[in-house]
T-cell receptor, first 115, second 114 residues
Framework: DADVTQTPRNRITKTGKRIMLECSQT?????MYWYRQDPGLGLQLIYY???????NKGEISDGYSVSRQAQAKFSLSLESAIPNQTALYFC??????????????FGPGTRLTVL | AQTVTQSQPEMSVQEAETVTLSCTYD???????LFWYKQPPSRQMILVIR??????QNATENRFSVNFQKAAKSFSLKISDSQLGDTAMYFC???????????FGTGTRLQVTL
C-alpha cells in the first residue's frame, strides 16, 4: 500500500463549487504539506502543517483553506472554485526527527479541473 | 527569499549515455538541503537524491550522482548509463531547514532515446 494517498485522483468541477481534496499518510510523519503544480512551473506551496495544532500559509494560500484532522490526515478545500485553480495538487509529508534533512515524500497527486 | 533556477527546459540523451542536468540556487541561509525529484508521465514525484549543504562529499545513488559546488551555488545531477525509464521531468529543490519549505525550480524534461 502507498504511504501517502490522495483522494480523489481526478476531479472535474464547476466554477463556484466547494471541493475538498484529502490526504492520508501511514508514514508516521508529523509534517504535512499541500502543493500546486501548473504546467511549465515547479510546485508552489499552498499550506503546511508541522503538527495538528500548527498550520501555516504558504506562498499561494489565497482561495484555499486546510484542516489537519489528525496527524495522518490533512485536507485542502477550495471554498468557491475558479478556473485558474485548475492544476495538479500534491500532498507531501516529512519527519521533523530525521536529523534535519526533513525530506518530503509526495502522494500521487490529484488532477483538478474547474470548468 | 530563496530561488532555484533550472536553465535547461528540455534535454535528450541516448540510452546508455551520460547526461547532466543543471541547477543553480540562491539562499542566505547557511544550513540547507538540496534535492532532485523525478516526475515520470505517471506524475508521481519521486525522490532521486539529496545533499546536505554541510557535507563536502557529493551524494550518489546508484546511477545518479550530484556535483555540488557550494561557493558557486550550483547543484547538477548526473545520470549515468541512461535508461528509457529515466524519461521524466526532473526538478531541483531547496529546503532551508528552519522553515522546512521546499522551493522548486521549473524543471528539465529529459527524453531518453534508443
Amino acid at each position: 500500500d502507498a504511504d501517502v494517498t490522495q483522494t480523489p485522483r481526478n476531479r472535474i468541477t464547476k466554477t463556484g463549487k466547494r471541493i475538498m481534496l484529502e490526504c492520508s499518510q501511514t508514514k508516521g510523519h508529523d509534517r504535512m504539506y499541500w502543493y500546486r503544480q501548473d504546467p511549465g512551473l515547479g510546485l508552489q506551496l499552498i499550506y503546511y502543517s508541522f503538527d495538528v495544532k500548527d498550520i501555516n500559509k504558504g506562498e499561494i494560500s489565497d482561495g484555499y483553506s486546510v484542516s489537519r484532522q489528525a496527524q495522518a490526515k490533512f485536507s485542502l478545500s477550495l471554498e468557491s472554485a475558479i478556473p485558474n485553480q485548475t492544476a495538479l495538487y500534491f500532498c507531501a509529508t516529512s519527519d521533523s526527527g530525521t536529523g534535519g534533512t526533513d525530506t518530503q515524500y509526495f502522494g500521487p497527486g490529484t488532477r483538478l479541473t474547474v470548468l | 527569499a530563496q530561488t532555484v533556477t533550472q536553465s535547461q527546459p528540455e534535454m535528450s540523451v541516448q540510452e546508455a549515455e551520460t547526461v547532466t542536468l543543471s541547477c543553480t540556487y540562491d539562499t542566505s541561509e547557511s544550513n540547507y538541503y538540496l534535492f532532485w525529484y523525478k516526475q515520470p508521465p505517471s506524475r508521481q514525484m519521486i525522490l532521486v537524491i539529496r545533499q546536505e549543504a554541510y557535507k563536502q562529499q557529493n551524494a550518489t545513488e546508484n546511477r545518479f550522482s550530484v556535483n555540488f559546488q557550494k561557493a558557486a551555488k550550483s547543484f547538477s545531477l548526473k545520470i549515468s548509463d541512461s535508461q528509457l525509464g529515466d524519461t521524466a521531468m526532473y526538478f531541483c529543490a531547496l529546503n532551508t531547514g528552519t522553515a522546512s519549505k521546499l522551493t522548486f525550480g521549473t524543471g528539465t524534461r529529459l527524453q531518453v532515446t534508443l
